[in-house]
């Protein structure tokens, strides 16, 4: 089994900066894409941005241009670099990760991000 461990939410105001980090471990064949999500009160869980383990991205389209993600194969840990926060990107965070030769998935407990003055 993977597990994964999150690290780096909390309050910002608008206009501010947050990195979320992903760790995974555990019985890591090797790690395939590994992901951010996110979930607004009253609204589905989102796809934020994803890396694949050549380092290939895909974002969100609102969210290019502000967020990064980036990982640390040597770590297995994925980051998510989050600039010019807006109110609007308060929700959970979660981290996903896909692994193995069966392309399991995994979640991430979630960091809660919010964005206010």
């Known amino acids: 089994q993977v597990q994964l461990v999150e690290s780096g939410g909390g309050l910002v105001q608008p206009g501010g900066s947050l990195r979320l980090s992903c760790a995974a471990s555990g019985n890591i064949i090797y790690i395939n894409a590994m992901g951010w999500y996110r979930q607004a009160p009253g609204k589905e869980r989102e796809l934020v941005a994803v890396?694949?383990?050549?380092?290939?991205?895909n974002y969100a389209d609102s969210l290019k241009g502000r967020f990064t993600i980036s990982r640390d194969n040597a770590k297995n840990t994925v980051y998510l670099q989050m600039n010019s926060l807006k109110p609007e990107d308060t929700a959970v965070y979660y981290c996903h990760v896909r692994w193995g030769v069966q392309n399991r998935e995994v979640w991430g407990q979630g960091s809660p991000v919010t964005v206010s003055s």
């Open positions: 890396i694949t383990s050549g380092g290939s991205t």
